[in-house]
């Protein structure tokens, strides 16, 4: 069964006090694409969630939240002692000088520029958590297969209904062909009846026979017919395939072609109106078919 490219869903993972969320959110793209959001200094974990993601989704924009807790995480900042001590030592000159009491606690220098120290994670320290990444990000996909099958199906049971409402429009319009050819044979006659009327002069029937073959030929949409009823079928079967997208995609394109060229080639009025109602059908596989894997 086809699977939708868009769904979410989320892990959690645990060992003793450390704790990781995994969040993923995927929508249509034509191609793979993945974008991780995780505290500064483990974007190093993207190639690994990548692959491991890449296993289980073709195609989609991919969304990966990723918030570590707990000793698993390395600090993101440290404590300067040095420029601390600085900081110290000019303050105590500061109240010698103006027979100050020198400060019991140092809480009102920690905003100082240059005491707590950004230091990125080291690779060993990331490489450390992903263990505890990975469980969480299977519960994570696990999540999100479940929602993309779902709307998956329901993307295939809508296009299967698109799909036979095309077949009973392109039946309607090959029963009403021979009547159009009726009806061109009886507006011909009655337009050289009148014409010749006067002149008491005839058209033999063979002499007839051949305009109305002409303009049969030149308004033949069997051949688009046929295509058309094929291309859906195609459509119909590859539903039930696991990543038909791309080839939906173009059957959708083909269908719009055979449409148009059978409306190009027909003056029927009812026709025409049967041909405007496919395309519309046809717009809407289009559409879907651009959420499918």
Known sequence: MAWSMTGCG????????????????SVNNRFFKLSLRAREGYAGLESQAEAAIRQRVR???????????GPAVQPARRLD????????????????????????TVDGLLGLPGILVDVPPDGAAVQRAWPLVSRALEQALDGLDRMRRAEGEALAADMRRTCAEIRDLAAGIRQRVPE????????????????????????????LAREVALAADRADIAEELVRLDSHVAQFDRLLDEESPGRALDFLAQELGREANTIAS??????????????????????EQAQNVE
């Open 180 to 207: 159009v050819v009726a009806a061109h044979r009886e507006r011909l006659v009655e337009r050289i009846n009148r014409l010749l009327a006067d002149r008491g002069a005839t058209v033999s029937e063979a002499d």
């Open 81 to 104: 002692a040095v420029q601390l001590g600085a900081y110290l030592d000019a303050l105590e000159d500061f109240c010698a000088g103006h027979d100050l009491p020198v400060p019991r």
């Open 59 to 69: 195609r989609g924009a991919v969304q990966m939240t990723l918030d570590l807790s």
């Open 265 to 286: 080639k027909s003056l029927d009025v009812d026709i025409a109106h049967a041909v405007v109602e496919i395309k519309a059908r046809i717009e809407r596989l289009r």
């Open 10 to 25: 989320e892990g959690v993972a645990s060992d003793g006090p450390s704790a990781c969320r995994v969040e993923l959110r």
